[in-house]
């Protein structure tokens, strides 16, 4: 729309507009016209658009000071010191640029790494340290891959070839290839990342944008809905494991039948190592929770209620849960106890630990799950589980699609592993089930495993 007052002389743009015939008696002129000052055509774009705006508010403001009686010298200078930041006369000559346009322009020119930088820096504070992580890393890349030039000259062409390139590159790209220019990542043909984290990415890049838009440093959002289709049903995007899978994990395994020492988990020996990486593959398997959940358990989460031992997933002590349907008691399963989890519990409270797992430390994202992610997803590769839909995460499908099949009643099986129950009925006057309900749930998690006991 502002397109139509842009004009061009010797590849300068100039702003031009019609006076309104009711005010140009009084404002002596019957158009305006302003040189920019930019050969850039986005900063030309923005700076004309905060001029109509600008003017249109001075043409109104002006017919109510008419009305009211108001001088007309006085009112020409109002209106014409609202678009050019000077007091004017009449005068054919040309009007250089006001202060907040001048600003506009340089803000246009400001480099995309200067601009990055200070987006982090207003938003850290209100990112999780997950989020900055992944969203710094995300920003940076973008800079890497568009190139450091001013924010103005990045158009939806280039934030196009961007998310092209972006599909192509496999997970972790900068830190598996480090020096190797991105071009040359995504021509190795290595498995690309997920859509869903593509549009994560791309998310990041889209808030910078926004952010950029409010600041004015930039007229607009080149990367407005730019994200790729799912094309995957949600249910396709992890698989559950096989029996034949959880046997090699379980039965098989030197992480469960004796490995060779704590830096060799993979290899065979006559130690089994009760920690962290023992106890919560296991619990994720009767229980259905989340990585994060158990992982930040503490020895007071593992309690009696009414006569029920339950882990109490909750938010004390700074644990933080994914929605607020997340907290609930989860009935522990009695496989759990003949291994031994109650008397671990109690031995690692007894030795002045408050973690559960007092050998589990925080990532450098700040969530304690991080770290054995990343562990559990090299252990089963080691081990002879390929599929690469299987990480820990398909724990969790492995529970629900089990009580699927075992015709389990949905709104047991959303309490059970902290999922919204949408239904009016028994989401809002439905009560929480009792653990002596629950309980019967999780004792359908029968995989007919042998596992190591106390």
């Not at 006001?98 to 209100?126: G, P």
């Not at 430390?361 to 002879?384: A, T």
């Not at 099986?413 to 902290?418: D, P």
Request: charged share 25%; aromatic share 8%; with cysteine.
């Amino acid at each position: 729309m502002t397109s139509i007052y842009l004009t061009r002389r010797n590849g300068v743009y100039h702003f031009r507009m019609r006076v309104p015939q009711d005010l140009q008696s009084v404002i002596g002129k019957k158009e305006f016209h302003l040189s920019l000052r930019t050969r850039n055509s986005r900063s030309a774009a923005a700076m004309a658009h905060t001029l109509l705006n600008n003017s249109t508010a001075a043409f109104t403001t002006a017919r109510h000071h008419l009305f009211m009686g108001l001088d007309e010298d006085q009112i020409r200078s109002t209106v014409l010191s609202t678009l050019t930041g000077k007091s004017s006369r009449p005068s054919t000559g040309r009007y250089s640029s006001s202060a907040n346009e001048k600003l506009f322009a340089q803000q246009s020119e400001t480099r995309l790494s200067a601009l990055v930088e200070q987006f982090i820096e207003d938003r850290k504070t209100a990112w999780s340290p997950k989020t900055l992580l992944q969203n710094s890393s995300a920003l940076k890349q973008f800079v890497a891959i568009v190139g450091d030039k001013p924010i103005a000259d990045i158009n939806r062409k280039d934030c196009r070839a961007y998310r092209d390139l972006l599909r192509k590159l496999p997970p972790n790209a900068t830190k598996r290839f480090r020096g190797v220019s991105f071009e040359k990542i995504a021509a190795f043909g290595e498995p690309p990342m997920s859509p869903k984290n593509v549009n994560r990415v791309l998310g990041a890049i889209t808030a910078f944008f926004n952010w950029a838009v409010r600041e004015e440093f930039t007229a607009h959002n080149p990367t407005r809905s730019l994200g790729v289709p799912l094309t995957n049903r949600a249910d396709s995007q992890r698989d559950a494991f096989s029996m034949g899978d959880l046997r090699v994990l379980f039965e098989l395994s030197p992480l469960y039948q004796g490995c060779k020492s704590t830096e060799h988990r993979d290899a065979p020996g006559n130690i089994i190592i009760r920690d962290a990486k023992f106890w919560l593959p296991l619990v994720a398997l009767y229980s259905g929770m989340r990585l994060e959940e158990i992982a930040q358990l503490r020895t007071e989460d593992v309690r009696q209620v009414d006569d029920v031992w339950v882990l109490d997933v909750n938010e004390n002590h700074g644990s933080r849960l994914k929605t607020s349907d997340s907290h609930r008691h989860v009935p522990i399963h009695p496989t759990l106890i003949n291994i031994g989890l109650l008397d671990h519990a109690a031995e690692t409270r007894l030795g002045g630990h408050d973690q559960l797992w007092p050998d589990l430390q925080k990532g450098n994202d700040g969530y304690y799950s991080s770290p054995l992610s990343k562990w559990f997803s090299r252990y089963k590769r080691k081990i002879g589980i390929t599929n690469p839909k299987v990480t820990f995460h398909s724990f969790r499908h492995t529970v629900i699609n089990r009580l699927k099949q075992a015709g389990i009643d949905e709104s047991k099986i959303k309490e059970l592993v902290g999922h919204k129950e949408n239904s009016i009925t028994m989401g809002r006057y439905g009560k929480r089930f009792e653990p002596s309900v629950l309980i019967q749930t999780v004792e359908k998690l029968d995989f007919g495993l042998i596992h190591p006991s106390l």
